[in-house]
């Protein structure tokens, strides 16, 4: 009898449920935070009009099986890096007196560190964020990645230009800590750590300070175009920035919908 239930058990649709139950409840939580009021800093350097769907409340089309559980591998990796990073504060914390710890180590560490830009209309958190008592920071965005996009990063042959989204990404949140946080432009250090999936190697890419720049732009260009928009037809497909990258059609969850 216990033979034939564990036959079958498919543990496929039940994991594949769970993360779709998963999924639902993170979209509430989400819109809670943010009901359709600010861009999200994750989505920097997309399409304009996939911005547009989003802030409007569009819900696009539903993310199939094998993409959620990779999605989700990526959240696994960044939960226990981020978990791993609050026990080694705790652990080396002699006093729970946070003032106390900043002064003894000089540093404090900071995971989900919460950001707003209400001039840019942009929010998100950034992975890890180390402050010090020097007012300085480092900003550290965790990418899990396959081994095809870690050969092209660190390979022989590696791609010339930069992954640009990951950069815009990382630059928005510096944006974020130097406003937040009162650091001036030059004591902001940003770093993508790349987790190859394959078999967990790890590496750091310094990121120059320059993305903070060219993500100001970024969303600076998007809310006056959006400013401007009333309806979907104001954003033609193939018009500027729609898309940004000629692959991100294939990708974008509007696609069914985009005109």
């Known amino acids: ?43 920097a350097g997309h399409c304009f009009k996939k911005h547009w769907y989003s802030i409007n409340g569009y819900e696009g089309k539903e993310m199939d099986d094998k993409s959620r559980r990779l999605l989700r591998l990526g ?3 960044h939960e226990d890096i981020q978990k791993a990073i609050e ?3 705790d652990d080396n914390l002699l006093s729970k007196n946070e003032e106390v710890f900043s002064q003894e180590y000089n540093i404090n560490f900071k995971t989900e560190y919460q950001i707003i830009i209400e001039s840019l209309n942009v ?9 010090d008592s020097e007012n300085t920071a480092t900003v550290l965005d965790i990418k899990t990645t396959h081994s095809w996009k870690w050969k092209m990063m660190f390979g022989r042959n ?6 640009r989204m990951y950069e815009l990404q990382l630059g928005t ?18 770093y993508l750590v790349y987790y190859k999936k394959d078999d967990s190697m790890m590496k750091y890419v310094d990121v120059n300070p320059i993305w903070m720049d060219n993500a100001a732009e970024y969303w600076a260009t998007l ?8 309806d979907e037809n104001d954003l033609p497909r193939n018009s500027l920035n729609v898309p940004i990258e000629n692959w991100e059609c294939k990708y974008c969850q509007f696609e069914p919908i985009c005109n």
């Not at 496929?12 to 935070?33: F, G, H, P, S």
């Not at 929010?123 to 402050?131: C, E, F, P, R």
């Not at 590696?158 to 992954?163: I, L, R």
């Open 123 to 131: 929010m998100g958190s950034a992975d890890i964020v180390v402050l």
């Open 87 to 89: 026990l080694y504060q």
């Open 1 to 43: 009898m216990e033979r034939n239930i564990l036959l079958n058990l498919d543990l496929k649709e039940i994991y594949d449920n769970y993360l779709i139950k998963k999924e639902k409840d993170n979209k509430e939580v989400y819109k809670k935070k943010n009901p359709n009021k600010y861009y999200r800093a994750s989505a």
């Open 75 to 77: 959240t696994i990796v």
């Open 173 to 190: 949140y510096a944006l974020g800590i130097l406003e937040q946080e009162n650091i001036d432009y030059e004591d902001i250090s940003l």
């Open 223 to 230: 809310n006056e175009t959006l400013d401007m928009v009333e």
């Open 158 to 163: 590696k791609e010339p230009k930069p992954s």
